[in-house]
């Protein structure tokens, strides 16, 4: 079936305009869908699940209905006293009442989400400000989400920011004919391998903390890079945080990581020039700041004490699941061309480097929120 036809089977009224595409995801596709009725528009993203990525649609689905319905809830109990008008997606059922759609001929699960009104977001960060909300715009959301009760929510991408786990990815794919061919074809290559070999140790660093019981976890969004930060184009302040896929329990420290890696490095994650990659500590210093003004209240000092780690570590990370991508052929990030992957691969490791470079300077910004 087309786009077209897929949007039709959910319950909106009017009839469709256009269906365009929209966002720059990695995974699933996205689209814009526009139904107009004889005195008003309505606009929703359309959405194709990556089987590859989510073999269980319907259990991301079933999260995301009962997470946001309940973070709904928060948002208008808060309403009165909150600085703005907070938004979130809202999960648009199919004329049948279901949470998504099977496409019966190619077995493709479709959703339908609400559009946040008004709102902009941007692949890179535009300003220090820019960062601030962005910060608090994750703070507000693990806040708000924060007594969702975790054993009621499936586990839809197992294994999802366990670093260890992606190491164990990569030496498997390196084990292979495949995945050591590719790996020593360039001279970028190999370096970047020894880059991820040299950081070996570090990499269990969350994990093993919360085998300690240093770390708890907790409901977390999983997915907070600044393309998926709203903005109020009336306001300019943060209004939303959507891409709810990701949405279940983990450490907070993934959301942190992840955030700081992608609003902190002003190049955005394919940029033209590699030299113009780098952890920008001003950016950060503007994160921090709008993130502890929701998320100080429930931050504890173990977990203050591993946030620079966190940023670290998610950088390389997302830097190795890139690599290890481009050493298996390109099967779980969507690529235009075979290098894509290795090239966003050198961004993340060079911004690692980078975080690494000025770990004195992001643990003192750090140190100014450890008294709480
Ligand atoms: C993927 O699909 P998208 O672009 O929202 C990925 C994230 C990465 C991100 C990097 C489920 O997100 O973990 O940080 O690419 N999502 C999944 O751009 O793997
Ligand atoms: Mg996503």
């Known amino acids: 079936m087309t786009p077209a036809e897929i949007a039709r089977q ?3 009224r009017g009839q469709l305009v256009a269906v365009t595409a929209l966002g720059s995801g990695n995974v699933n596709d996205t689209y814009r869908a526009i139904f107009r009725t004889t005195s008003d528009e309505q606009q929703f993203v359309l959405q194709r699940i990556n089987r590859h990525v989510f073999p269980q649609p319907e259990k991301v689905m079933a999260n995301m209905r009962a997470v946001t319905e309940y973070a709904h809830r928060r948002i208008r109990v808060e309403a009165e006293h909150a600085d703005r008008i907070w938004q979130l997606p809202r999960v648009i059922s199919t004329r049948g009442g279901q949470d998504c759609f099977k496409d019966p001929e190619s077995g493709d699960v479709w959703r339908a989400l609400s559009m946040i009104a008004s709102a902009y977001s941007h692949d890179r960060v535009e ?3 820019h960062a601030v909300e962005a910060g608090q715009v994750l703070g507000h959301f693990q806040r708000i989400i ?3 009760a975790v054993d009621q929510m499936e586990d839809t991408l197992p294994g999802f920011h366990i670093a260890p786990r992606y190491l164990a990815h990569f030496d498997a794919v390196v084990a292979t004919e495949a995945g050591k061919r590719r790996r020593d074809a360039t001279a970028e290559s190999r370096r970047l ?6 950081r070996r140790a570090f990499i269990p660093v969350l994990e093993d903390a919360w085998r300690r019981g240093e770390l708890k976890q907790r409901p977390i969004h999983g997915d907070p890079k600044i393309t998926n930060i709203m903005i109020d184009e009336i306001t300019g302040k943060g209004t ?3 891409d709810l896929d990701t949405v279940k329990p983990g450490l907070i420290h993934y959301d942190f990581g992840d955030a700081a890696r992608s609003a902190c490095n002003p190049a955005g994650e394919e940029p033209e020039n590699l030299e113009d990659v780098f952890f920008d500590t001003d950016l950060f210093e503007g994160l921090v700041r709008g993130y502890f003004r929701e998320a100080a209240p429930f931050l504890t000092a173990a977990d203050r004490a591993y946030l620079f780690d966190s940023v670290r570590l998610i950088t390389l990370e997302l830097g190795m699941r890139f690599y290890t991508d481009y050493l298996e052929g390109n099967r779980y990030f969507k690529v235009k061309h075979e290098l894509q992957n290795l090239e966003r691969a050198r961004v993340q490791l060079k911004l690692c480097e980078s975080i690494e470079a ?11 929120y450890d008294a709480g």
């Open 127 to 129: 300003t220090v400000e």
């Open 146 to 148: 924060s007594d969702f």
């Open 10 to 12: 959910f319950n909106v």
């Open 193 to 198: 391998a020894k880059f991820v070999e040299e």
């Open 240 to 242: 939303a945080i959507v």
């Open 358 to 368: 000025r770990e004195g300077a992001v643990r003192r910004i750090l140190g100014r």
